[in-house]
């Protein structure tokens, strides 16, 4: 399980990574939750949401996508697009929880 801290406009969010997921365009990437200070220590760096879009495509392809195949140009843009569904899902999680 890896541990993303994200600073966002309402607080910072701790985003946990399931990395057995097969394929990373299949449902929710993260579990979303309040930091706690022992979760603090454990993840590797704080990252503002507006910059966490690069780490997040990376995750996509570290994980791949399982047996789903697409032409490449198609696969880039679906990656794309997980990765604005997941950031925007932080930003509301952020805003509906630490506001």
């Given at each position: 399980m890896k541990r993303y801290l994200?600073?966002?406009?309402?607080?910072?969010?701790?985003?946990?990574?399931?990395?057995?997921?097969?394929?990373?365009l299949d449902g929710p990437l993260f579990r979303?939750?309040?930091?706690?200070?022992?979760?603090?220590?454990?993840?590797?760096?704080e990252v503002p949401l507006s910059a966490f879009s690069a780490k997040v495509l990376d995750?996509?392809?570290?994980?791949?996508?399982g047996d789903f195949r697409a032409e490449p140009k198609v696969m880039e843009l679906l990656k794309m697009e997980k990765a604005t569904e997941e950031l925007t899902r932080?930003?509301?999680?952020?805003?509906?929880?630490?506001?």
């Open positions: 994200i600073s966002t406009d309402y607080g910072d969010v701790l985003a946990e990574l399931d990395e057995s997921e097969r394929n990373a979303l939750s309040r930091p706690t200070p022992e979760a603090r220590q454990d993840a590797p760096f995750i996509l392809e570290g994980l791949g996508t932080i930003e509301r999680w952020a805003k509906a929880n630490l506001a």
